[in-house]
Nanobody, 115 residues
């Protein structure tokens, strides 16, 4: 059973940067399309960014131009570089396949954007 572990979250000021990382117990990132998702309080989980097994990327309009998804094959991680963060980016961030088929979801990593 593949397990996903997200890390890198924290408190950051508006306009700042964070780098999230998703590690897996198996080498799935070169096989499956992967996605970063987020869930803000009181809202449904939403897709933030995707990367295909071939390396193509796509982004939600709300983060386009600010976030970058990438794979680190040597480290076996999928990362999310978050730049120019905004208060509305505050959420718990999760990774999963795209579409999300792995269960259970990881514990996520909390990102809080506040001055």
């Amino acid at each position: 059973q593949v397990q996903l572990v997200e890390s890198g979250g924290g408190l950051v000021r508006p306009g700042g940067s964070l780098r999230l990382s998703c590690a897996a117990t198996g080498s799935i990132f070169t096989i499956y399309d992967m996605g970063w998702y987020r869930q803000a309080p009181g809202k449904q989980r939403e897709l933030v960014a995707t990367i295909t097994s071939g390396g193509s990327t796509n982004y939600a309009d709300s983060v386009k131009g600010r976030f970058t998804i990438s794979r680190n094959i040597a480290e076996n991680t999928v990362d999310l570089q978050m730049n120019k963060v905004k208060p509305e980016d505050t959420a718990v961030y999760y990774c999963n396949t795209y579409p999300p088929t792995l269960r259970p979801w990881g514990q996520g990593t909390q990102v809080t954007v506040s001055s």
